[in-house]
């Protein structure tokens, strides 16, 4: 049994590993335990004690805990005093993201981007990813650092602004192209007011588009902030660049599943269904008054593949066989997770694994999920693998059976975004 010396913040509900953290005063120390295989410092106690896979040796950890004086061993400190605890907070993220990525493999996807080498050792990785997690992060990407930095900064532009200026792009005012803002506690992702805002996005379609003017749903032109004049042209030339991504990543899931490089392209995604969301997340610390303090509720995504950027704040977990994991920021990765679909057309080989975010920083959390999906009116089929269906409709957070939707891929999404937004439900069905 491996020992480790942590510390706990009353106040915050995190748990900080000693040597990658500098506490500060108010911090208590505990002592954790490692049972089975050690897994992530920085979860919330909550998550920690629901995996079981650590136990607490000393008791009585409530919000009284008196603050503990400064630790008597120099050799795992250095000067508290001298450095900013937010800095520090997110270097001790990113060394806690690369000691926990074993969960959640990280895979170089250069050689699908360029398509020069051979890919299939990469598709293999996928593969493995896609029936043990689901869920893997991808490296060697090429979307340009200094677009997403770019992105980033105007998004915390935008949500710094009050109430009033963001509804200027409300929800309400994007009508069937559900694009917009919508402010905290609006969205239901599992029947809850989730502790997030956030602005929706897709393919910048214009009203003389032959499906905007057949009044296709979730089609049409964004809304964009119009005193933020340079969030236009970043967010558009982000899709752009997530979209090649996504073309490249569902050529290698083809591969994966020993079909043509273009198979998912030929029959879903030459036109894919393109979403993005900006999503930022309070501190709970700061909306006591919230019953959950959950970002967004245990789901799993409604399409073929989602890529997600997230600041460093952390905050993501995933819901392994093994329990609730982290997947935390590793520095220019996106985390990519598959939906309900290819979960649906691979019999349930490939899983689309539940998540959830908890946002436990002292400060706001960003994240840049982008769904890249089968066309609207493609049908969506079992792709035929000599596999016996694997339906874990009994293990849904929904217990809905994907293998039992019939269907476009347009009747499954409007089945589910009119239940999230259950005020704006008349708007696109
Ligand atoms: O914000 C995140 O990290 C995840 C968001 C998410 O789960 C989703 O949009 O489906």
Known sequence: MLEIECYYSPNDLNIWECEFNIPPREMAPIILVQKGSWSHCGFCLETVLAEQSISLLREGLQESVPPAPAPASPRRWRSAQSLDFTRNRSLAM??????????????NISTLISGTEDRQDVAASI??????????YIVGHGVDEHLQRRLEEVSQRFFAQDLETKLQIGMSRGGRAWRGYF????????GKPDLKEGVYFGAELTDDHPLVRAGTPLHGPNLFPSNIPEFREIVLDYMVAMTKVGHCLVAGISLSLGLEESYFADRYTLDPLILFRIFNYPSPSLNPETESNLGVGEHTDYGLLTILRQDMSGGLQVKTKSGWVAAPPIPNSFVCNIGDMLDRMTGGH???????VRNLARHNRLSFPFFFDPNFNAEVRPIE???????NKEERWDRASVHEFRGTYGDYLLSKVSKVFPELRGNVL
């Not at 402010?183 to 599992?190: D, F, N, Q, R």
């Not at 490939?350 to 959830?356: A, I, K, Q, V």
């Not at 693998?385 to 339906?391: A, W």
Request: proline letters at 7%; one cysteine or more; hydrophobic letters at 30%.
């Open 350 to 356: 490939y899983l689309s694994t539940p998540h959830r």
């Open 94 to 107: 990113t060394k806690t993201a690369q000691e926990s990525h074993s969960h959640i493999p990280i895979i």
């Open 183 to 190: 402010p905290v506690g609006a969205e239901l992702t599992s």
């Open 127 to 136: 593969g493995r990813a896609c029936r043990d997690y689901g869920f893997f």
């Open 385 to 391: 693998i000599n596999e016996k269906v694997n339906d």
